[in-house]
């Protein structure tokens, strides 16, 4: 009985007609040929690379070798080329199991990719974290490589305490620090159509948003500068993120001028420079500022005056304890006129001598400058305790007097001889 025969009484062939792959296969078993198959990924010797001509040739358990040439010697990376050498074992996928000339045609890119999908799809299934390095960024957050593939990781998917230390309004400014430093992530979405592959550092991250706040609260030192995000408003006062914990700027530490709401001055997403001015460890709170990084206006305004200055006022308030006056000039400038500086005899209430939009000239005892108060004194206006004071005073105004009039008497001279 012929090998036709045979086969056929088999059922090997349909009747009349070869098939390809039951021949394939009948030839694998009778010769104990283990014959490649389209889209086939297997493990291969390389036995020759040839530059020039474009190929290489890998052995991989066949009568002939596999070749990779033309476009798939191309799509190696040349990084990649340059590493390649003969004896090495590389992933090889089978494009097609025998062209024109007899040939297995292989791809090592497509087999490196194909490896890569099912590593991600495994890594999928596990939940397992991965240990890579950030290699870019984009506005919407970091390029993490997984098994050879461009993981994105979202800025929604950072971590607290990395996301804290984003800062800044442009994605180079956020993210581009970055760029080269280690990070574990996990593999939360694998899409092979669209070549998506999507990691989450949180995921990874055992770390609690409580036990951040933990250790940023150990590491902070009051007074310490740091630079954080407005992460919201209330009516008290702002809440900023500093590397992972929120810190409390209340209402007045915000501004030096008088303000009704933070909404005035800060939104939600601005970085801002902030100082620690209180750490209560126990209850885990952390107090900022950020007006005591801003230049005192106030300290502007009483910087050209002293104690023992005489200044005109205009009293605006009556209290039971004193009369609080505005100096001539500063309309932010108040001052407090303690009851007993009113006279030196005895003062019921401070509405036996003065009345409110009364201009009066007060003398300055106490400047406090930490406190924002003026100390201001009625019964000392004459006193003789001032008296090298005032002598000053008065030369300075003399001497001003003086220079005017010389400017004056200059600039009429010169008009006459003009004339």
Request: aromatic fraction near 4%; hydrophobic fraction near 35%; glycine fraction near 8%.
């Given at each position: 009985?012929?090998y ?6 088999q059922?090997v062939?349909?009747?009349?007609h070869a098939?390809?792959n039951?021949m394939?296969?009948?030839?694998e ?7 490649p198959?389209?889209?086939e ?10 530059p020039?001509?474009?190929?290489i040739?890998v052995?991989?358990?066949t ?6 040439s ?26 097609d199991?025998e ?28 939940k397992?974290?991965?240990?890579s390095?950030?290699v870019?960024?984009?506005?919407g957050?970091l ?30 400014e956020?993210w581009g ?6 990070i574990?992530?996990v593999?939360i ?6 070549r998506?592959?999507i ?13 951040i ?8 030192q009051?007074g310490?500068?740091v630079t ?5 408003l209330?009516?008290?006062?702002a809440?900023?993120?500093?590397s992972?914990?929120d810190?409390?700027?209340?209402l ?21 420079q902030?100082?620690?001015?209180s750490i209560d ?6 107090g900022?500022s ?8 106030w300290?502007q ?10 200044v005109?006022?205009?009293?605006t308030?009556?209290?039971?304890f ?20 009113l ?8 509405k036996?001598?003065?009345?409110e939009?009364?201009i ?13 108060r ?6 000392r ?9 005032d ?12 220079t005017?009039?010389?400017e004056d008497?200059?600039?009429s001279?010169?008009?006459?001889t003009a004339a």
């Amino acid at each position: 009985m012929d090998y036709h025969e045979t086969s056929s009484e088999q059922g090997v062939f349909p009747e009349n007609h070869a098939n390809d792959n039951n021949m394939a296969s009948l030839l694998e078993q009778s010769l104990g040929i283990d014959f490649p198959k389209r889209g086939e990924i297997r493990e291969g010797v390389i036995a020759s690379i040839n530059p020039e001509q474009k190929q290489i040739l890998v052995s991989i358990g066949t009568k002939s070798e596999g070749v990779i040439s033309g476009r798939e010697f191309e799509q190696i990376p040349h990084d990649e080329l340059a590493h390649l050498e003969v004896g090495q074992r590389i992933p090889v996928y089978v494009l097609d199991p025998e062209d024109q000339n007899g040939n297995v045609v292989l791809s090592y890119t497509r087999a490196r990719d194909e490896v890569a999908w099912r590593e991600v799809e495994e890594l999928l299934r596990s939940k397992k974290p991965v240990h890579s390095k950030i290699v870019g960024y984009n506005k919407g957050g970091l390029i993490v490589p997984v098994s050879g593939l461009r993981g994105f990781l979202p800025a929604s998917q950072v971590s607290l305490t990395r996301r804290a230390m984003a800062t800044g309004d442009s994605p180079e400014e956020r993210w581009g620090k970055m760029i080269g430093q280690e990070i574990d992530v996990v593999v939360i979405e694998v899409d092979r159509e669209r070549r998506r592959l999507i990691v989450s550092e949180r995921a990874a991250s055992t770390e609690t948003r409580e036990s951040i706040k933990e250790r940023v609260i150990e590491e902070l030192q009051e007074g310490q500068v740091v630079t954080g995000r407005v992460t919201s408003l209330a009516d008290f006062g702002a809440f900023v993120n500093i590397s992972g914990a929120d810190g409390l700027v209340h209402l007045s530490e915000i501004s030096w001028d008088k303000i009704n709401h933070p909404s005035e001055v800060l939104k939600v997403g601005d970085e801002v420079q902030v100082k620690v001015i209180s750490i209560d460890r126990d209850k885990k709170r952390i107090g900022l500022s950020i007006r005591q990084l801003q230049e005192d206006p106030w300290l502007q305004r009483v910087s050209k005056y002293k104690v023992g200055q005489l200044v005109e006022a205009k009293i605006t308030r009556l209290t039971k304890f004193g009369a609080f006056a505005q100096i001539e000039g500063q309309e932010d400038l108040e001052g407090l006129i303690h009851i007993s500086e009113l006279s030196e005899k005895r003062v019921e209430h401070p509405k036996e001598v003065l009345k409110e939009g009364e201009i009066v000239t007060l003398r300055i005892i106490r400047i406090d400058p930490e406190n924002h108060r003026i100390g201001l004194s009625l019964r000392r206006v004459d006193s003789m305790a001032y008296a090298d004071i005032d002598w000053s005073a008065l030369e300075e105004v003399i001497e001003e007097v003086d220079t005017s009039s010389e400017e004056d008497e200059s600039s009429s001279t010169a008009k006459s001889t003009a004339a």
